[in-house]
């Protein structure tokens, strides 16, 4: 199959270049609206003279939550989930944006394709949270895991990935290789190096899926013949 693997930043797309899993690596910016704009471009351009893509990854490196994602693990997303688009309310409480009618507040991906990375990997498999702002205390991921308790990981692009795959109706996968635990900040004890390696490890297990074909139950009716 055809796969665009969507990044943040080039470090990213190197460690999972480095995995030589023959998918193509877009470097598409930090946070959901930068790699939503760059997502939809490369999609409607498509790979060269190959036909359309047949899948979307948003790659790189995230945040874990503890106990369930370590430093160095990976998480394949369950759900990938637009964690901050919504409105407070006055008691503290939340509504997401489809509740307030508006528009759609995760992706799923399709889950053979999910539970089949997840087989190849080892990965945990999870909801994977989009945040606008990495979180930076002990407050906002209990508010977050509140919301969402059996989140695996947070990080910045998922859902403007799959946004952008979903116009194209592509389906999308979400893979964070974890970099440091979602808390308060601690830069220092980030360890982005291991979790490079990690991504690339990660990639090179994927390599059968993307020699594969694309299951039937990946495809939205619209594609299906
Ligand atoms: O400084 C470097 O060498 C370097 C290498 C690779 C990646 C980076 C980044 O800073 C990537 C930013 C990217 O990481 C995601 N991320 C990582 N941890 C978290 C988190 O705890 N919460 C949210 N996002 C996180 C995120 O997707 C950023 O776009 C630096």
């Not at 087989?119 to 205390?137: D, R």
Request: glycine letters at 12%; hydrophobic letters at 45%; a negative charge.
């Amino acid at each position: 199959m055809r796969v665009l693997v969507v990044t943040a930043v080039a470090p990213e797309a190197e460690a999972v270049g480095a995995a030589d899993c023959g998918a193509e690596v877009l470097v598409g910016g930090v946070g959901p609206a930068a790699v939503a704009a760059r997502t939809a471009v490369a999609l409607a351009a498509g790979p060269d003279r190959r036909g359309p893509y047949d899948l979307v990854v948003s790659a790189g490196i995230g945040g874990g939550f503890a106990p369930y994602a370590p430093v160095g693990s990976l998480v394949v997303a369950e759900t990938i989930v637009a964690a901050d688009l919504g409105a407070g309310l006055p008691d503290g409480g939340w509504l997401a944006v489809d509740e307030l009618g508006f528009g759609r507040s995760g992706h799923r991906p399709p889950p053979e394709l999910a539970r089949a990375a997840v087989e190849l990997t080892g990965a945990l498999y999870a909801p994977v949270l989009t945040v606008s702002t990495v979180t930076g205390s002990a407050a906002r991921a209990a508010e977050l895991t509140g919301r969402h308790p059996r989140a695996g990981a947070e990080a910045m692009e998922g859902f403007g990935v799959a946004e952008a795959a979903d116009l194209h109706g592509l389906p999308v996968l979400e893979i964070r290789a974890i970099s440091n635990a979602v808390g308060p900040r601690d830069r220092d004890a980030w360890r982005i190096k291991d979790a490079l390696t990690a991504l690339t490890e990660g990639f090179r297990r994927l390599r059968p899926l993307f020699e594969g074909p694309v299951p039937r139950s990946a495809l939205s009716p619209s594609k299906e013949s």
